[in-house]
């Protein structure tokens, strides 16, 4: 399948809002965890029927609405009811190979990012779409999967005194994509180190596979790439957007966000840079060792096809062979072979092949 | 014949305005088809006369007419008379070699895309162009040749409850563009499997068609990019239109639209990257195997030719060589010979050639 | 002389305006010819004297005056005289090397462009300057040489009915640009085709020429590409250009002209693409060959330097070497010869050298 | 540890604001020294209490706070909240791997820059956080360790005709941005230099560690650009704050001063493409030797291998060999052997081999 | 000493405006030349002692005072006390490393630019800091050295009847900085014809200095470009200024001025590229020079070596070795080398090596 573009074949000619999952369809059923807040209160429950989340968007506390799973389309459907989602929104929830995005809806903002994963076994990128619908006093996420990088964020909210505790959803979201670009961080970070460890390889020149490594890392940095430079683009967006949702003081939070996505972009640009500079030493490391081998080749072949040219000679059987028979031929015939090696050997010296 | 522009030939030099077809000649027949609808009504008509789809234009439905094949220049004037089209129009959509592009006409609005078609037996990719004219309460499109992508938008034409019947001629504009678009996005997804395979078959680096396709894959990219990188331009022109035909409620929907063509653009240039690196790769894999080649060679040719020398001493016919005549001459020989190639191959072993 | 920057050797340190033809000295004289006509009459003249041609300027007629030929200055002065054109102007007519340009004058618009030629026999472009000076009721055009791409134009000035006898000398310039433009894409169509053909030549392999014609076709497009990008900005402005000379109704046109330099420019670039892809392959083509050459003579090498040796083993003429004097010796020979040569075939066979 | 992104592991998942010193743990104490001036008054004092810096706030003079050392947590703290800093202004003190900036928070500016030094024995560059704070009356800089390049500026603060001690805060800030920025202009001079070096050893061609050295500079040359390039915006964004902190009269510092950044990030592009450039020549240097190497090797081979092979048909032992037992075969053999040798070295002279 | 880039070691940590000359030191003393002239009278004097000058400045006349030598700081000091300049322009007029610029500072202008030397000898470009200060009746402008370009501005200005007399400093500032244009078109042009020339030497492919001299000229125009393009911005800029220093007339000659600039520009980015072309067909010259090489080698090298080794088998002195003594034998060993040499020959002749 190809991994740099998702196949969307079930999405083909359908109407737009259509509604069909795009993504690994999952056997465990949907999850829906509601986290309800303010200042004072906090209510925490896992919902077994989606509605019972419909009476937490009535009242003023921040309410976040987690989904873990999209395949279940009725699931999600109810979810975009209770919370009036355009049918294009909803599309692109379950169409999980969009691009990372920021859309204003005025009523809500809908942002599309992808969390990544390095999967530390096969060195590769696997990455999962997060939705998110932040509204005047809800928030709610969708992920394709259980298992997200939240949980530090959970228990600030736990913490009564927290700055989340006191802030509107704005600061909630502000503090989900903070915790996603951190995880961005973290990430290349550790791609990097590997990369930079190639560099000694590569100059050793002995393992073959360094190459191989190369290419692979070159793949998953484009990979990563095509998941970050986008989300760049669009928390750029979501820092100009002038939308009533955003209060005066989750402004520098979004900047300190987009510092940290600018650091994300061009720490990628380095790591290719990086390895396209790696992949031409290689090939100078090849090249000079292409030039050791013909050096070796050369120089005994050289020396030695005259020298068995010489000894072929005297080893012809003609009758009327006169220097066969004098008495220091053989021994003139080694000095002669000898002054030839060694005047080649100088040759090569002064050309510096020794 | 040059296969990235359109031979014109024939127009060079006419005045503008001249109405040339430039592209292949078909003897079938020009094919008028009319669909006729809004919310309650539907009609759909074969049309032998282009003039009896005349009187579909003062209705106030939305009146959807196709034409198949531009071959027969008078048929075509008659759709430019009946919706008193520009001469620039007319003559823009007779000469199929037209970039991609929107243009406002204030009565109308003018928009040239390429529908693309990959034959899989060639792997090769193939467009026609799609001219669409977008008036009022009607919208003509114009084909190279039969046989579109449009046959499911027919059907939710059909279905009476579709969002498509209670909507307007923009939204059917919107609706062929993004069923071309999906289209694209769903050719990429073809070919660009077919280029993330290709890597395994270059690391094993014993196909020596791996190049040519790489080759043909690159050249059929940047076929598709010739197509793709100003319908993009083009679609994000027509968002911008200030345009009276293009009602409120259909602006998130060019906005969806833009998503689905920026990443297909965007894929297209992963891929071209990705081949790119992939010729690099394969350039280096050569040259891994010309050093392994050469490294069997030195290996050979170091070992045999010296002891080949020696055994050609011993095989002169001086007749004063008092080696010849000892009579441990022979293992002693022997000796040096294994002592010899001992030592060598201990050299490349040393090399790390072996 | 360099050919990618004309020779000003002459100008250097010239005051500003000063008037010195740049360019290949011709010894034909300058041809002056007038066509002045509106929709019901139609004078051609060929002029003797450059001053007959000022009474035409004040009538009511378009006046296109056309000069072939700019190495007798004082002519071109007189024509600077009648209509009254800045020095920078004059030194730009005959200053042949500029870049081509679009200068608003009030009075009179100023424009630059190169009409190219294709040499078939030599493959290489030659361009000339075409200045044009577009006033309210005259236009200028100053050509190096007799033959021109109008032709064309003036037949359909000569019929009545045609679209330019009713129009302006707006709509007379742009079909001059127009003509020029459609034969840069001629042009371009010409050479592209060559160079598509070039894919299959590198692909055999075999014609060592192929590179050269790489090169040249590389160095021919960049010299077009010098002509016609910057006459890309030249028209952009030009359709940019808020003058009174231009009516309403020739906008359209010029946004036609807009996307036929748009392609030519696009499909320059394509094949500059092209090419750099094919230097790519041709490079693969020869590590491939190279790979290929170094497999044969390894293989020999590999297989009979050792037999060789072997023989030279049995060719020595040691007294006492018992091998010699058995008597199955020479078949167990031949049966370890074999056997060598089979295990090596075996080898190279396992590597898929063979 | 990737060395072109600061690990981040502590921070990951922490709130924002929350104050975690990434970089190198230090055992010396913080240094806070205090230099607090106007045009008459001079005083210069270490600070043991941090809190004794806090009475300087509200006088009119101009206060340099410099705090060398951040890993004592609590003592930047108190700093903090002495001058009323931003949560994430902290944040980013602390976390020294920022990207430079400059941001405008009304009633204080914060620039963040890299102090960079280039050590001679590794040929490494390394770089420090360098923290600025700007407000009406005070400046506070923060650096990682103690030993800056700030000491010329201190000696024109004692100087009490200087212009500094006639200007307030925006002018002592520019004049330490000024000494940073002119110290990356040196050590790119430097580095720079051993760059334009290289060049004559490439042509050489006989060091083979050139290039490592071509890599390692390409490597530090990005490792300098990373910090450098995102200075040149932080000073440009700088120069057009609309900011009451500066004085017209600075304004003309600033320009210099993006004169001076600009210079270093166009030397720096220099380099960085002269290095490609070395690249490549090396490149093609190495494959001149191989050519030079490879006729070395034919012109022997093909000298010898075909003479050797006569002398070993009249080596032959078989019975009936006429050619052995004629008197002059002997000399008819040599005369063979030099025409044929005669004949293949003008063969290879023609080939301009030799 | 780094080229690139001027060693500013004396100016580090100094304060702004701190006058140190960055240059070689020179021992010839520095001169002092006033033109001053209107449309009636001129006046040129070699001035002994600067402020000798000081007079000219009260009048309306034009004055233009040209300084060559700037080691003399006091001198320098005194022209900008006369004239009133800021300390940073002192300091750039005497930092000769400046990138070249333009500065409003309302009561003059301060320009920088490069005058370029070519010296035919080394075939390197050497430049020189021309600063001018355009002020409203007078126009000073620095030289590093004496020598210029401007004679044929001060003929033009000893012309009563020139433009220039009957114009203001604007203009003469406008005839200096288009007489370092047309310096740079002319020298590019030079560089340009020897770039050509190169071509041909490339596809001959004996030359072998020819790589060291695209490499060379390589450099060359890159130094060019660190110049040139700078000054396109300048000049874009200097055009853009809303000055009370231009008057309305002289901005048609800025624009062609702007024109000429763009030239330059565009033939040093054409050189560039045409460069690294030309190493492109070098490396392939070279490849295909390497393949002819093997191809020898293996054609010798197959064909002879197994030869040889049937050679070597009858050249064993086996005791019982029957095809020794049969009567044929010699015959039919000739006839099978025959055979093996005719079958390899047909097989190299197929694929093409032959
Ligand atoms: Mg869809
Ligand atoms: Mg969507
Ligand atoms: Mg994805
Ligand atoms: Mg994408
Ligand atoms: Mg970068
Ligand atoms: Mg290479
Ligand atoms: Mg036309
Ligand atoms: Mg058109
Ligand atoms: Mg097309
Ligand atoms: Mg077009
Ligand atoms: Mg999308
Ligand atoms: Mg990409
Ligand atoms: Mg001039
Ligand atoms: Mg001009
Ligand atoms: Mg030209
Ligand atoms: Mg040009
Ligand atoms: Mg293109
Ligand atoms: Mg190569
Ligand atoms: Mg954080
Ligand atoms: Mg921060
Ligand atoms: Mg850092
Ligand atoms: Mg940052
Ligand atoms: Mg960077
Ligand atoms: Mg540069
Ligand atoms: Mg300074
Ligand atoms: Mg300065
Ligand atoms: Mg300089
Ligand atoms: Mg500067
Ligand atoms: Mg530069
Ligand atoms: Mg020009
Ligand atoms: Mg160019």
Not at 302 to 307: E, G, H, N, Q
Not at 339 to 350: M, S, T
Request: aromatic share 10%; no cysteine; charged share 25%.
């Amino acid at each position: 399948m190809a991994r740099f573009l998702k196949n969307r074949e079930e999405s083909k000619g359908q109407s737009p809002g259509a509604l069909i999952f795009i993504g690994e369809k999952k056997t465990t059923s949907v999850q829906a965890r509601v986290i309800d807040y303010d200042s004072t209160i906090l209510t925490e429950q896992e919902l077994s029927h989606i509605k019972d989340g419909s009476h937490f968007k009535q009242t003023n506390t921040v309410t976040w609405l987690n989904i873990n799973g999209l395949h279940d389309i009725e699931k999600i459907k109810e979810v975009g009811q209770i919370f009036d989602l355009h049918p294009l929104v909803m599309e692109d929830i379950l169409n999980t190979g969009q691009r990372p995005k920021v859309e204003d809806f005025n009523a809500y903002i809908f942002i599309v990012l992808k969390m990544i994963r390095f999967d530390t076994e096969t060195e590769m990128i696997f990455n999962e779409q997060l939705s998110i619908v932040l509204g005047d006093n809800f928030l709610v996420t969708f992920q394709e999967q259980p298992g997200d990088v939240f949980e530090p964020v959970r228990k600030r909210i736990r913490r009564q005194k927290s700055r989340i505790r006191g802030s509107g959803t704005d600061y909630l979201a502000y503090s989900l994509l903070d915790t996603v670009v951190d995880n961005y961080i973290h990430i290349i970070e550790v791609i990097g180190e590997k990369i930079e460890d190639l560099e000694e390889m590569i100059l050793e020149g002995n393992d073959t596979t360094v190459m191989e490594k190369i290419n692979a890392f070159k793949r998953e940095i484009n990979y990563l790439r095509k998941s970050i430079r986008p989300a760049r683009e669009a928390i750029l967006h979501l820092s100009r957007l002038d939308s009533d949702l955003f209060q005066e003081s989750t402004i520098p939070f979004l900047k300190d966000l987009q510092d940290l996505i600018n650091q994300a972009t061009e720490a990628i640009d380095t790591y290719r840079d990086l390895l396209t500079d790696q992949l031409n030493i290689y090939n100078s490391v090849m090249a000079n060792k292409m030039n050791d081998i013909m050096k070796v080749l050369t120089i005994f072949a050289a020396i030695f096809i005259p020298l068995t040219f010489i000894a072929g000679i005297y080893g012809t059987n003609f009758e009327y062979l006169p220097e066969l028979h004098y008495k220091y031929s053989y021994a003139v015939f080694w000095t002669a072979l000898i002054v030839i090696a060694g005047a080649l050997l100088v040759f090569f010296k002064r050309k510096r092949w020794l």
